[in-house]
Every structure is written in C-alpha cells, then in structure tokens.
C-alpha cells in the first residue's frame, strides 16, 4: 500500500507574501508620514522663534518709547515744549512703526 501526500503550499506563500507586501506598504507610508511631521515641526520651530523675535523687538522698542517720553516730559519747562517734543517723537514713531507692523503682519495669529 502507497500513501502519497501532497503539500499545498502555494496558497500559504501566496498568502504570506501578501501580508508581507501589505507590511511593507503601510511601514512606508508610516516613514512618508513621519517625514511629513518633522518638516512641519521643523516650520513651526522656525515660526516660534520669529514671533519671539517680533516679540522682543517690539518690547524693547515700547520700553524706548516710553524712556523718550518721560525724558522729554521732564526736560520740558513749558506746555509747547513738550508739545513739539511730542509730535517729534510722534513723526519718529510713524516712521519706525512700518517695518514693525510688516513683521507682525507675516505672523500668523
């Protein structure tokens, strides 16, 4: 008596290679998104850092402004004085406000 036994075993690689092939496929759209993240954390680093920037330089430009005022009031000895020290201060200000108010503009609120 002969017993022959086959295996069959197309259907198992078969199906084997295609949860391999489907591994593959999302661990490269996990590599793509995870490039995707870092490039848009790297962008929001850079963002950070120039509303920090706008940030101190529009602090230490007030705290100038205000120095000038109190400076200009007390120097003062009468009313028109300080009135045209004021509308100098004024014309200065209007002058230095353009590129501030360019970089505020460029950051998103």
């Known amino acids: 008596m002969r017993i022959d036994v ?3 075993f197309d259907g198992v690689l078969a199906n084997t290679d295609h949860k391999l092939n ?3 496929i999302m661990l490269k759209s996990l590599v793509q998104r995870e490039m995707i993240m870092v490039q848009e954390i790297q962008d929001l680093v ?3 850092s120039e509303v920090k920037t706008v ?6 430009a007030i705290a100038a402004l ?8 007390q ?7 300080a009135k045209a020290a004021a509308v ?4 200065e200000l209007a002058e230095a406000t353009a590129p501030l108010s360019a970089a505020i503009a460029n950051v998103p609120a």
């Open 6 to 8: 086959y295996h069959h």
């Open 22 to 24: 489907q591994i593959y």
């Open 46 to 48: 850079a963002e950070v």
């Open 55 to 60: 940030q101190a330089s529009a602090t230490v």
């Open 66 to 73: 205000i120095d000038r005022f109190n400076v200009a009031i």
């Open 75 to 81: 120097a003062a000895t009468d009313l028109e004085e």
């Open 88 to 91: 100098q201060m004024k014309a």
